[in-house]
């Protein structure tokens, strides 16, 4: 028989993830695991976090158009100490690595919050991948990430 596995792994820095396959932030929830195996993904990608609460934009936030849909969600946390406290330990019951998504107004409040996470060793270096939140809804807004 004829072996038709194919290695699809990827290396972003020091982490090799088993597939390139990761859900776009804001848009898939652990609660997803109730329809799926969450483990086939090669890296679960948590919403973006600010260092404080966000309210995000007011609604709609959401839009159905012609072929699609638009939105202007406004990156609504609940700041940086309820992530780290309550969303993480939910994804530790999943294999793939996680990618953190933080955003700030700030350079301190973006460096606060990356030494929060290198502090508490949420995102140990070997599993840890930045990424640009990439909402287009802040916009008019001066945020890092
Ligand atoms: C409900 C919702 C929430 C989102 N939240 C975030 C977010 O927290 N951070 C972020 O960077 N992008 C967020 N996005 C943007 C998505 O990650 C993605 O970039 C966007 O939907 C465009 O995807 P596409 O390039 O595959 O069309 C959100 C999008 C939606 C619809």
């Known amino acids: 028989m004829v072996d038709r596995m194919v290695d699809m792994s990827v ?45 995000g934009n007011p609604p709609p936030r959401a839009a159905e158009v012609e072929g699609g849909m638009i939105n202007s969600i406004g990156l609504p946390t609940k700041g940086i100490d309820y992530f780290l406290q309550h969303q993480v330990p939910d994804y530790k019951r999943f294999t793939p690595p996680l990618v953190g998504s933080i955003s700030a107004t700030t350079i301190e409040d973006f460096e606060a919050m990356r030494r929060l996470t290198c502090l508490k060793s949420i995102f140990p270096a070997r599993r840890a991948i930045p990424r640009a939140a990439t909402s287009p809804s802040t916009r008019s807004t001066p945020i890092m990430s």
């Open 11 to 55: 290396k972003i820095g020091a982490v090799t993830l088993k597939n390139p396959v990761m859900p776009a932030s804001g848009c898939f929830s652990t609660d997803l695991a109730q329809v799926m195996d969450l483990n086939r993904l090669g890296a679960l990608v948590a919403k973006t976090v600010s260092r404080e609460f966000r309210a």
